[in-house]
């Protein structure tokens, strides 16, 4: 191969990549947004007397907000679907952390849950850990035709995957979704996650059916794996979809959205290696990065979680620190003292 074929190779995937990168980034915009159009959505139904998603009712299904939001989810999905097709996994499902810090600021604006000084910081965290992530994350993969995935699919290793995604569904379904579906968000975003990770790859590999079709190559749509692949992405759709809605019902759109976040993104990341090989030509120091990345986001997401109920602006924190300045207490003194104090106040209560 000439050095002018190397070039253009080259011009053809940086193109490709930044194509699915602003694909990967509209798809957050529009899946953040479905959160809280359908969380709206599903507080009319109950203020409405009607039985809850999560106790098995279907009453959002009659519920035009919810329509829009299931649009503005498959929007979003779609341009999901669009990104795997030329970027890799490991780039596109990470930066869904973006979809977190609309759905927080949107939370903030329509669903009155605030935003605090914490939360912004957390948002910020999440712009930076996307930076540092898509700067190290493997721009190539090593499955690029659909016909080498026919192989991969067969492998092993990715069946074996599949395989204990089903059962880790299958008990949790059975054995801890009666007793905690409705006190614990972990147990319904388990099954979400885990079958949503089997979502990303198989839409991932009808995207790459799609692609190589349409650029003029074999002709997938006569593949019998092809329409399997169709099959199997709309059915985990349709369970993914199903525990969500299930999760958002029951708990805080800012407490559903971090957890699932990372969840779906660790399972995903898992798949997607051992499926379409992302990870084997990466060198050691873009995998520190990616870590670095994904650690930042994680800490973003939970920072969003954790002190979303705190009531904390940068101004609380100019008065503190000039009501320290102005009085020689001690500030770990001062800070036992108002502990003492408000221990004191609640035992008379």
């Known amino acids: 191969m000439s050095s002018d074929d190397v070039e253009n190779?080259?011009?053809?995937?940086?193109?490709?990549?930044?194509?699915?990168?602003?694909?990967?980034?509209?798809?957050?915009?529009?899946?953040?947004?479905?959160?809280?159009?359908?969380?709206?959505?599903?507080?009319?139904?109950?203020?409405?007397?009607?039985?809850r998603a999560s106790a098995g009712g279907y009453g959002y299904l009659k519920q035009w907000m919810w329509w829009l939001g299931l649009t503005t989810m498959g929007i979003g999905e779609a341009a999901n679907l669009l990104a795997y097709a030329f970027a890799p996994a490991a780039l596109v499902t990470p930066l869904?952390?973006?979809?977190?810090?609309?759905?927080?600021?949107?939370?903030?604006?329509?669903?009155?849950?605030?935003?605090?000084?914490?939360?912004?910081?957390?948002?910020?965290?999440c712009i930076i850990g996307s930076i540092i992530f898509v700067i190290h994350s493997p721009k190539t993969e090593e499955v690029q035709e659909f016909s080498d995935l026919n192989n991969m699919l067969f492998d092993f290793l990715f069946i074996s995957?599949?395989?204990?995604?089903?059962?880790?569904?299958?008990?949790?379904?059975?054995?801890?979704?009666?007793?905690?579906?409705?006190?614990?968000?972990?147990?319904?975003?388990?099954?979400?996650?885990?079958?949503?990770?089997?979502?990303?790859?198989?839409?991932?590999?009808?995207?790459?059916?799609?692609?190589?079709?349409?650029?003029?190559?074999t002709n997938n749509f006569n593949n019998y794996i092809f329409w399997l692949l169709v099959l199997l992405s709309v059915s985990c759709i349709m369970v993914q979809m199903n525990y969500l809605n299930k999760s958002l019902d029951i708990f805080n759109t800012s407490i559903v959205t971090p957890i699932y976040y990372v969840?779906?993104?660790?399972?995903?990341?898992?798949?997607?290696?051992?499926?379409?090989?992302?990870?084997?030509?990466?060198?050691?120091?873009?995998i520190l990065g990616c870590v670095c990345g994904f650690l930042i986001l994680m800490v973003a997401v939970f920072t969003l979680n954790a002190f979303k109920?705190?009531?904390?602006?940068?101004?609380?924190l100019n008065l503190n620190a000039r009501r320290r300045n102005s009085t020689n207490v001690d500030p770990s003194n001062n800070?036992?003292?108002?502990?003492?104090?408000?221990?004191?106040?609640?035992?008379?209560n």
Not at 335 to 348: D, L, P
């Open 9 to 51: 190779d080259t011009r053809y995937n940086h193109l490709h990549f930044l194509l699915g990168l602003g694909l990967a980034i509209s798809s957050s915009i529009f899946i953040g947004s479905s959160f809280i159009i359908k969380k709206l959505a599903l507080k009319k139904i109950n203020a409405l007397g009607n039985v």
């Open 96 to 125: 869904g952390a973006l979809s977190v810090l609309v759905a927080a600021v949107l939370s903030s604006k329509f669903l009155h849950e605030k935003l605090n000084f914490i939360g912004k910081i957390g948002c910020f965290l």
């Open 161 to 217: 995957y599949v395989l204990s995604i089903f059962v880790m569904t299958v008990i949790v379904k059975i054995v801890f979704v009666p007793r905690f579906g409705n006190s614990n968000v972990v147990v319904y975003l388990l099954i979400c996650s885990g079958v949503g990770s089997l979502t990303v790859v198989f839409c991932k590999a009808v995207a790459l059916g799609v692609k190589e079709t349409i650029e003029g190559g």
């Open 263 to 286: 969840i779906f993104t660790v399972l995903v990341i898992i798949s997607s290696g051992i499926l379409f090989k992302e990870w084997e030509k990466i060198d050691v120091k873009d």
């Open 309 to 316: 109920d705190a009531h904390l602006t940068f101004k609380d």
């Open 335 to 348: 800070f036992v003292i108002t502990f003492q104090r408000t221990r004191s106040h609640e035992s008379t």
